[in-house]
């Protein structure tokens, strides 16, 4: 926006309010963007409205992004349940299947997104699976992986 309060698209010019609210089956929406969605509405452009999230702090993939504060961080309960997630699987002399040790890899993986710094600890998770093919083969845990 930030333009005097106009949205301009292909050469027109769309009145716009800082803040507004209308409602949309039977739902009122409180958005800054609300005459685009609008507009959007009006011409069957698709869009989700549970993205349209009014707030300085949204949800993204399972992670609180506040833009302002330039941070990203994940919720205390999916910390700790990752956390356990891996003390469960560590149990020395245990074995998990190919399918097992991947879906740690992806779960893993998809905190690295916000914790760029640990992606060492997936190195010991890809030697242990490297070759593997058959996903109900059995990988043993050994002390190479704590």
């Known amino acids: 926006m930030g333009n005097g309060g106009k949205l301009k698209l292909s050469g ?4 716009t309010a800082p803040l507004c609210a209308w409602k949309k089956n039977q739902i009122l929406h409180v958005v800054e963007n609300h005459c685009k969605l609008q ?7 698709p869009h989700d409205e549970d993205k349209q999230i009014p707030g ?6 399972g992670f609180k992004v506040d833009p302002n504060a330039m941070m990203v ?10 956390i ?10 245990t074995h998990y299947s190919l399918y097992d040790f991947q879906s740690l890899q992806g779960h893993i993986n998809w905190a690295l997104n916000i914790y760029p710094k640990l992606c060492p600890v997936l ?7 490297a070759g593997q093919f ?8 050994n002390n190479d992986m704590h």
């Open 123 to 129: 190195c010991a998770l890809y030697a242990k699976t």
């Open 56 to 61: 300085p702090i949204i949800t993204c993939i």
């Open 12 to 15: 027109v010019n769309i009145p």
């Open 73 to 82: 961080t994940m919720s205390k309960e999916k910390c700790l349940a990752l």
């Open 39 to 45: 507009l959007w509405d009006e011409i069957n452009l």
């Open 84 to 93: 356990k997630t891996c003390n469960e699987f560590l149990k020395i002399s």
């Open 134 to 141: 058959q996903s109900n083969s059995l990988i043993h845990v």
